[in-house]
């Protein structure tokens, strides 16, 4: 099985690069389908509480056999939460549906900019910090002015920020604002749910080095420093998105994809989106 690098977190808390995505796995489903992921050596799973799986995510994770040590798991706090008190309870729930000891990661999920104060979630995330259960905190989809809010108002600095980059949306700005500061990038939607595979650079480049379009892009989120976690229900995806480590991608190539970026999201603008 090919060895997936770390990245070190700015509290030296180590996470795969590569990890497997839960969004849109159907609860009954979310065993079985993670169980196949680390089976094909996966050991990094990504959910969150409103993805309605945890449960299923932590049975997958104890009914694996491996020691808890070695698979990292990261979840989310819900839009609701956003109070101190309801965070901390909502974090209780999450450990309570994941049924483990501790989690690896645990992020705010989205800013919600136009619905008070992300500052007071951000106390919460830092008490759960202190207390252990979780080993890294963080955010997703905040953009550079909310992260230096809290980088002003808080003390823990946020380990990483997930937000969704892919060929067509290459977030450079905030990617190198979290580089600066040591927040490292988490890449959600890699391939744009799937738009970026018909895509006739990305599609030359694959021919050339005989891989598919998908593992194209994600060796290129790989080659460019960012943690990914493609999604697929499917067994045979499941293992050609994790077959990424027998070629290397050019700086030509990686240029050529970056080239792609037109502003364009699959989901929600952080700026307007309150949940
Ligand atoms: P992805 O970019 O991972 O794309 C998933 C889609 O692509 C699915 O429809 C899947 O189909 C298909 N697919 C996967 N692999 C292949 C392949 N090799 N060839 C062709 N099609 C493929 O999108 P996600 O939105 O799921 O993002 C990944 C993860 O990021 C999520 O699962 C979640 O963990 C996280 N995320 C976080 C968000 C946040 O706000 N923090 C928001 C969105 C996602 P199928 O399953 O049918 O095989």
């Given at each position: 099985m090919p060895a997936v690098p770390d990245v070190i977190l700015n509290n030296g808390v180590k996470i795969p690069q590569l990890g497997f995505g839960t969004f849109q796995i159907e609860p009954a489903r979310t065993r079985e389908t993670t169980l196949a992921a680390l089976e094909a050596g996966y050991r990094h799973i990504d959910t969150a509480e409103m993805y309605g799986n945890e449960k299923e995510v932590g049975q997958a994770v104890r009914d694996s056999g491996l020691d808890r040590a070695d698979v990292f798991v990261t979840s989310k706090l819900n839009n609701y939460a956003h109070a101190y008190d309801d965070a901390l309870q909502a974090f209780d729930g999450t450990m309570e549906a994941l049924d483990?000891?501790?989690?690896?990661l645990f992020l705010i999920h989205w800013p919600l900019p136009g619905k008070g104060d992300f500052t007071e979630p951000w106390k919460a995330m830092e008490e759960i910090y202190r207390s252990g259960r979780a080993k890294a905190v963080g955010v997703s989809n905040f953009q550079p002015p909310h992260v230096r809010r809290l980088l002003e108002s808080g003390v823990v600095v946020p380990a990483v920020n997930q937000i969704e980059v892919h060929p067509y949306l290459t977030q450079d700005a905030v990617r190198s604002f979290g580089a600066e500061h040591g927040i490292a990038t988490e890449a959600w939607s890699p391939i744009a749910r799937g738009k970026v595979l018909g895509d006739p650079v990305i599609a030359r480049i694959a021919e050339r080095v005989g891989k598919s379009t998908a593992q194209v892009t994600l060796r290129w989120h790989l080659q460019r420093g960012d943690i990914v976690f493609p999604k697929s229900v499917t067994r045979k995806r499941i293992v050609e998105n994790f077959d990424l480590f027998d070629f290397e991608l050019t700086e030509a190539d990686i240029g050529e994809i970056s080239a792609l970026n037109r502003d364009e999201r699959t989901g929600p603008d952080p700026d307007r989106f309150n949940g």
């Open positions: 483990l000891e501790y989690l690896d």
